[in-house]
């Protein structure tokens, strides 16, 4: 679900969502679309002309995010957007050459200053930390039961802010749609959701995946194995966001067409017809409110109900029970190491340091 968030063109105007999410269990990467019974696929449809003559002042540029490149526009609020969908990335989470992510990282590289670009970070011990801005009663309302979805299903808490360095600020985009935009990942106090006038929890459960640090399901690179992209139906300014990501760990080992972060059938068709399809080229359920078994499955990867260096039973210790550091061996987003004498939890692009051991 994505918009524009151009501030003076925003007040009449619907924007169009264009989602892109991929979670899946996926990587870095969860997806969806907004679809209601009311309004199907309403961020997601047909492009007011306003929008279309907008976009073609667009400046796409390529950068690359986590290894691939990608045509991103700068924003007006100093985020990209990556080619036209929901997600906004800040400029230290791409970078100009595919050389400096690296999908191995070592425990402590940060410290050096290495990992610093395309860094995506997942928030310490399983808590999102939020701030409410300005947002309608309605809208409250719909927020409160994604909330609750992703809290009544996963190890993730949401908690209101008091003194946290590091939150997320959730406000009105302005826009008359059910639409929203979300930031990737804990991004100190610089994150953000902002959320149309007439967003549902369908939208709002798939924003909070991109704060989550989940990306779209359909740029998973093994999305041919399952879906079928046409591109010739898709808006010709958003066909470069169906790239395939090669470098973004999976949450979950398969595909997930149920997704909270996959897209919609007809998610930026220019013609009616649809953009994503089964392989027998059947129309894909439309989103629910609600997340996906395998959501929660690779949610409860990346946020394991032992997250922080707590320990998974009075009296044990991550540091007796994490196996040493291995540059030979693939590591998931959760998982626990310890290298010299430190205990690390995998990030999305990096290692997190714990505690020191004993
Ligand atoms: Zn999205």
């Not at 492009?47 to 950068?63: D, G, L, N, W, Y």
């Not at 409860?300 to 009075?314: L, R």
Request: glycine share 8%.
């Amino acid at each position: 679900m994505n918009m524009k968030t151009k501030n003076e063109k925003m007040n009449n105007k619907t924007f169009p969502t264009r989602f892109m999410l991929f979670m899946a269990t996926c990587a870095l990467v969860l997806g969806s679309c907004t679809e209601d019974a009311v309004e199907p696929e309403a961020e997601t449809s047909v492009r007011p002309k306003a929008e279309v003559e907008a976009q073609q002042e667009s400046q796409f540029v390529t950068k690359y995010f986590l290894g691939d490149a990608v045509k991103v526009e700068l924003e007006e609020d100093g985020t990209y957007s990556l080619a036209g969908t929901d997600i906004r990335l800040f400029e230290d989470q791409l970078s100009d050459s595919p050389d400096a992510y690296d999908p191995n990282p070592v425990p402590g590289e940060e410290l050096s200053g290495l990992a610093q670009h395309g860094s995506i970070r997942k928030w310490p011990d399983n808590t999102v930390y939020y701030v409410i801005n300005g947002l309608s009663s309605s809208v409250r309302s719909e927020l409160q039961k994604s909330f609750d979805e992703w809290t009544s299903k996963t190890n993730v808490r949401f908690k209101e802010r008091t003194n946290q360095s590091n939150y997320v600020t959730i406000s009105s985009s302005g826009s008359n749609s059910n639409s929203g935009v979300a930031t990737l990942g804990m991004y100190g106090s610089s994150g953000y959701i902002k959320l149309g006038t007439r967003a549902t929890a369908v939208v709002i459960i798939h924003e909070l995946g991109h704060t989550l640090g989940y990306i779209h399901e359909q740029n998973r690179a093994d999305r041919d194995d399952h879906i079928i992209i046409n591109i010739e139906n898709i808006q010709p300014d958003a066909v470069d966001q169906f790239y395939k990501n090669t470098s973004a760990i999976y949450l979950t080992s398969d595909f997930d067409i149920n997704s909270t972060m996959m897209y919609g059938s007809y998610t930026f068709s220019k013609n009616g017809q649809p953009t994503i399809t089964d392989l027998n080229g059947n129309i894909l359920p439309q989103r629910q409110a609600s997340l996906s078994p395998l959501d929660i499955e690779g949610t409860n990867v990346a946020y394991p109900s032992t997250d922080g260096g707590g320990s998974p039973e009075p009296g044990a210790d991550l540091c007796d029970t994490a196996e040493e550091f291995s540059s030979n061996k693939a590591y998931s987003v959760g998982d626990y190491v310890t290298y010299y004498g430190r205990l690390y939890q995998r990030d999305y692009t990096r290692w997190n340091y714990i505690k020191t051991c004993n």
